[in-house]
C-alpha cells in the first residue's frame, strides 16, 4: 500500500503541475556577460583587481597612456627600446559569489536550491582569470617614429557553474512549481559513482599594437589596433548505474561553450601647445562578436518489481551577439613646473548590439506501476511531455562618460606622489522580443479493487497549448566614484618603496520587465476546454532596484633595479578582513636599452 501511494503521489504532479507551467523568463536572461567582452585591450601594468579603472588616467606608464592615446609614444623619452613582463598570481571570486550564487550541480536525490540572482548580473556576470603571461614592447624605429606592441596570454581551468538563470531547471524531483514529484517516502536505490566531470577552461590571446609619429616638435600623430579570441568550454557530467536489486541509472550532462573576438582601430594627436600645456584626443571603432551554446541532457531511468519509471530533460540554447563600440577621448595636461603636472581626461564610449537568441526544450516523463496484495490489486500508467521552442531577436545600447584628473607631486627626486579623483557614469537598456511555442500534455489512467469498495477507476488528462511573444525590457545605471592616492619613496639608491590606496562608491539602479502577448492559449482539463486569444500577462515587474557598494583597497610594493637597465617591481594586494592574506601579487619586469 506504501507503494501505491507514493507512485499515485508522483502520478499527481506529473499530470496537475507540469501541463499548466510555462516559462515567462526570456532565454538572453541566461547570457553570460564577461568583463572582457566589448571592451578595448591595453596592457594595464597596475591592473589589481580594484585599480584597474583608474590606472590609464593615474600612473605615468607609456602603455598606460597609449591606452588614452596612441600619439603619446612619439613624444616620450625612449631611446632604443624597452621590454616590459610580468606574473601575476590569480585573484579570488572571477565569478562573484554576491551576483550569481554559484551552486553545485544537485546530486540526485540531494536538492540544492538555486536562488534568483542578482539583477547585475544581465549586465556584468564575472571577470577573466589573470593572464599566465603580459608582454609589452617599444621600439624608436627612427627619431620620429615609435612602435609599441602588447600581448597577454589566459588559460585557466575552473570548476563548472551553472548559471541561476534558467528556463525550465532540470530536476527530476521537483515540478515547475518545485513541489516534490518523488515523495520522501519513496525507496532510492543506493547507487555508485561510475564517471564525474567537472571543469571550466579558459583560453584567451589580447593583442596590441600602436605607432606613432612625431610631425614637428609638438604635434604627434598615431593610429593602432587591438584583438581579443576568447574561448571558454564548460562541462559538467554525473553517470550513476546500480544493477543488484533495482535497475537505475542516472545521467547529467551539461555544457557551455563561449566564443568572442574583436578587432579595434583607433587614431590619435598631440599637441603641445606650449611647455606647461599639452592637449591630445583619440578616436576609435570596435567590432564584436560573441557566440554562446549550451547542451543539457538529464537523465533518470527506474525499474523495479512494481514499475518502471523514466524522465529525460534535453535542452539546446544559442545565444549570440553582435555589436560595435564608438568612443573618444581628449586629454590635458598642465605642467606648473618642471616638477609638478596635472593630468586629466574626458573619454565618451556608446555600444550598440544585436542579440539573437534560439533554445528547443523537450521533456518527457513516463511510469507505469502495477502490485497486487491477495484480493487486492492497483494499475497505474501515465505519460506526461513539454515542448518549448522560441527564437527571438533583440538590441543592447548602452552609453559610458568617464573623468578624471591627476595630480602629481615630485617634491624631489626621492619623494613623489599622486592625488586623483575619478568619476564614471553608465548607461543602458536591453530589449528582447522572444515568440515561444509552448505545449505540454499529461495523461494518467489508474485502476484496482478492493474488497470493501470494489473495482475503481480513474483517468485525467491535461493539454496545454501557448503562442505567445515575450517582451522583456530591462534599463540599467552605474555611477561610479574612486579617490586613488599613490605615494613613492626612494629609500635607497637601489630600492624604492610605494602605497596605493583607492576609495571606490559605486551606486546601481535597474528596472525591469516582462510582457507576455498570447496570441492563443488553450486549456484541456478532463474534457472541458478553455481558449483565450489576444491578451497580455505582465509577469514580472520590478521598477526600481538600488544597491551601493562602498569599499577602500590598499596595495603595496617596491621598485629595485636588479641589474642596468632593468627593474623589478613587486606589488602585493593584501586583505585585513580576518587575518591578513596577500589576495594577489604581481612581479613585473622592464628592461629598457
Sequence with gaps: MKKIITYSLLFFWIVAAQAQFSSNEVLEKQF??????????????FGLANFTHVAPGFFDDPFLRASLNPA??????????????????ERQNNVPDRLI???PIYVYGDYIAIYPPDPRWYRVTRSEPEPVLSAGFRARLAPAWQLTFAYQLIYKEEPFYRQPAYLYQPNPYYDGFYQRIFPEQMDVPITRLNRQGDQSLTRAHLFAAYLSYRLSRSIAVGIGADFAAHRRNAEYLALKRNDYENSYFSQYINKRDMDYHHADFFAGMSWQINERWQVGWQAGWLDGRV????????????????????????????????????YATLSIQFSPNKWNRVFGFFNFASLNNDIATFAEIRTHRQSDYYSENGLEYYLMNGISTLTDSRNGRGDLSEHLFESMITVMLNQNATTRMHLGLYFSYLKGKKRVQEPVLYEAYSHRVEEGERPITGYYSYESTYHTREDKTLYWTYDYTRQTIQMPIYWWHRIHKNLAFFV???????????SEK???FYRERYDLHDGEENVRKDFIERTQIQPGRHFTEDTADMALGFEAPLVKNTTVRYLINPDFVEDMTITQWWLSITMRF
Design 32 to 45: 553570460e556577460n564577461s568583463a572582457l567582452y566589448f571592451q578595448r585591450f591595453y596592457l594595464n601594468t
Design 72 to 89: 603619446t609614444g612619439a613624444l616620450d623619452s625612449l631611446k632604443k627600446m624597452e621590454f616590459y613582463f610580468d606574473y601575476r598570481s
Design 101 to 103: 550564487r554559484p551552486t
Design 291 to 326: 557566440k554562446q551554446k549550451e547542451f543539457l541532457d538529464d537523465t533518470l531511468q527506474s525499474k523495479d518489481q512494481y514499475g518502471s519509471y523514466d524522465y529525460r530533460q534535453l535542452e539546446k540554447t544559442r545565444l549570440r551577439h553582435d555589436g560595435q563600440r564608438y
Design 500 to 510: 596605493i590606496i583607492n576609495k571606490i562608491w559605486t551606486a546601481w539602479e535597474t
Design 514 to 516: 516582462t510582457d507576455a
